[in-house]
């Protein structure tokens, strides 16, 4: 059984830093993406961050030179750093991962980051 286990969200000022924390359990025989989407209020679920099957990384529009996409593969961890916050980035942050064998996406449970003054 998968699972996708999110922490390190929490309330910052904007210009503050957060970085947050995904560990993966279980087995996934072939990953296409992995990363975090997030959601805020009243918006849809949009991508932030992820690697791809080939270990190139995307980000969106948004956040580029702001956050940073890493991960630990001895720990089964992906990370998201955070920087420069902006209360536009407001929003829980899912972190998933896309298979393809079979053809699922996984999905944590979110964690809530606010950029507040």
């Known amino acids: 059984q998968v699972q996708l286990v999110e922490s390190g969200g929490g309330l910052v000022q904007p210009g503050g830093s957060l970085r947050l924390s995904c560990v993966v359990s279980?087995?996934?025989?072939?990953?296409?993406?992995m990363g975090w989407h997030r959601q805020a209020p009243g918006k849809q679920r949009e991508l932030v961050a992820a690697?791809?099957?080939?270990?190139?990384?995307m980000y969106a529009d948004s956040v580029k030179g702001r956050f940073t996409i890493s991960r630990d593969n001895a720990k089964n961890t992906v990370y998201l750093q955070m920087n420069n916050l902006e209360p536009e980035d407001t929003a829980v942050y899912y972190c998933?991962?896309?298979?393809?064998?079979?053809?699922?996406?996984?999905w944590g449970q979110g964690t809530q980051v606010t950029v507040s003054s």
């Open positions: 998933y991962v896309d298979s393809t064998i079979p053809t699922v996406t996984y």
């Open positions: 279980g087995s996934i025989f072939s990953i296409n993406k």
């Open positions: 690697f791809t099957r080939y270990g190139t990384t």
